[in-house]
């Protein structure tokens, strides 16, 4: 192509070398420009801003600021496209200090950074800081007339301000860029912004916030208030949380199944076993059928209250709808031994597999505990071992349980039969087991032997 006559133009050549590029092939870019220049075919920016591309893909930034100074010496304008390479360049190789300087001299120089300047340096930044300079970036951005700086850029910079906690500080920047710039957050950016002083607690900021963005478009989704409503329901508020459920069906937005189980679970949570009733009503009267999910929450409601009848006669209607799960059976053994009712449980549990369902760890956990209260040793003792051959293997929590009981019944030998047990299985003692072993270790009437391995395992734990 070279011997051609008459030579390819040099916009020819820069088709050429867009294509190598998007090859990867960098190292021919490179290797192709001095042969250009031999053959007397003049470089212009386009084909030096490819140049500064394939030396930045390669790393070597420093080459690339060599044909930045090539650029100018040919009487050429760098343009934004020039030093958008050279910035990414930069921060590849780490220079993020030189990409804000960079970053600085386009404005100094009177060239505007487009969307891929803003997009390309506030990801760098907010992965790998520092952070602060994202701020007065995006101030310079505010004072400017240029339209750059987009929404992912924008989104970046508050999800950067929240994570950092300076929220009054993102408050201000979202007004700001809603005010100034016309550019408001997606649904998506939306959800994010809202986790975050939710998670803080910062229910000032949270009202602020949704102030903001309930009066902007596009509206905030149902996906927005049920994280609202969820955070509102685990800080205890359940006045606020169904009133942002209110809110919602005002402005003709129906509530979804999550929201309505949430807000149940904020109800019982509280032990207003009531009000998550007048809500599972009022989700089914506006048709939203109800899940598991929704009649294990019920359940567990009447029995963390310790009604476990409602919660019986609640699990046989919910058996007519839907399937109960696991976490369902979980629930009602455990009602039943907290009422009492270990015969019943002892049914419930041996009733799973005729229902195609298989015990879990909690399962298991939760009949054990009730064994043990009861100091019936010899059955816990049947169903730790039943467990291994349910393909469910007990954990560090249901040993250290066993073992607690069996301590505070004198039953030492046995207890120390299932620690050794215990750390062959790789688990260790809780700081309550580890009270129970220091006091069997100090009392005079303690077997010598028994105390030996008891002092082992001790030791065993501190260098563990």
Known sequence: MLRMHPPPSTDDFAQILTSITEMKHHSVVISLSPRMDSFGIPPNVETLNILINSFCHLKRVNFGFSVLAKILKHGHQPNAATFNHLIRGLCAEGKIDEAIRSFDKMGWEGFQPDEVTYETLTEWLYKRGPKWALFPMSRTFLKGENRGFNLVAFSTIIDSLWNDTQLTKALNFLREMIITKGISPTITTSHSMIHTPCNLCEWKHVAMLINEISHRKPDPDVVTFSVLVNAFCKEGNITEAHEVVNKMIQRGMEPDLVTYNVLMDGYCAQSEIDGALQVFNFMVHKGCVPD?????????????????????????????????????????????????????????????????????????????????????????????????????????????????????????????????????????????????????????????????????????????
């Open 292 to 464: 598991e999910c929704s009649y294990n929450i019920l359940i567990n409601g009447y029995c963390k209250i310790q009604c476990i009848d409602k919660a019986m006669h609640l699990f046989e209607e919910m058996c007519l709808q839907v399937n109960p799960n696991i976490v369902t059976y979980n629930t009602i053994i455990h009602g039943l031994c907290r009422d009492g009712e270990l015969e019943a449980a002892r049914d419930l549990f041996s009733s799973l597999s005729s229902k195609g369902l298989q015990p879990n760890v909690q399962t298991y956990k939760i009949l054990i505990q009730e064994l043990c209260n009861r100091c019936l040793f010899d059955e816990a003792n049947k169903l730790l071992m039943e467990m291994d051959g349910n393909g469910c293997s007990p954990d560090q929590c249901t040993y250290n349980m066993i073992i607690q009981a069996l301590s505070r019944n004198n039953e030492t030998f046995r207890g120390v039969q299932l620690l050794e047990e215990m750390f062959a299985r790789g688990f260790t003692f809780d700081s309550t087991t580890m009270i129970f072993l220091v006091k069997m270790i100090y009392d005079d009437g303690l077997d010598q032997s028994i105390r030996q391995i008891l002092k082992r395992l001790l030791r065993s734990k501190r260098t563990g």
